[in-house]
């Protein structure tokens, strides 16, 4: 299993960036996804989930109405697409897999925000 994180960028307080996490060796359609994020310093944090069949989704209250997690089944790919950046986003962030009993990490990709 591998996921592959990408898209991380420096932007300007106000911007837009998308993610993009690359997924191979399982079957990407029936694992349930989420990003997760770590700011410098602090804990990891989940940030979004998407379910596997039903393609639920749900956020965090921050990214609540700002950042939008997609996924392309047929690709193997999961989208976050982040809106109205702020300085608090700047973080590493990652993709994680929970496919049957186990969860797979990528190794993140950096989201600089300045203000």
């Known amino acids: 299993v591998q996921l592959t994180e990408s898209g991380g960028d420096l932007a300007q307080s106000g911007g837009s960036l998308r993610l993009t996490c690359a997924g191979s060796?399982?079957?990407?359609?029936?694992?349930?996804m989420n990003w997760y994020r770590q700011p410098p310093g602090k804990e990891r944090e989940w940030v979004a989930a998407?379910?596997?069949?039903?393609?639920?989704?749900n956020y965090a209250d921050f990214a609540k109405g700002r950042f939008t997690i997609s996924k392309d089944n047929y690709g193997y790919l999961l989208y976050l697409e982040m809106n109205d950046l702020k300085p608090e986003d700047t973080a590493d962030y990652y993709c994680?897999?929970?496919?049957?009993?186990?969860?797979?990490w990528g190794k993140g990709t950096r989201v600089t925000v300045s203000s």
């Open positions: 998407i379910t596997a069949t039903s393609g639920i989704t």
């Open positions: 994680n897999a929970r496919y049957y009993a186990e969860t797979y």
């Open positions: 060796g399982f079957i990407f359609s029936r694992a349930d």
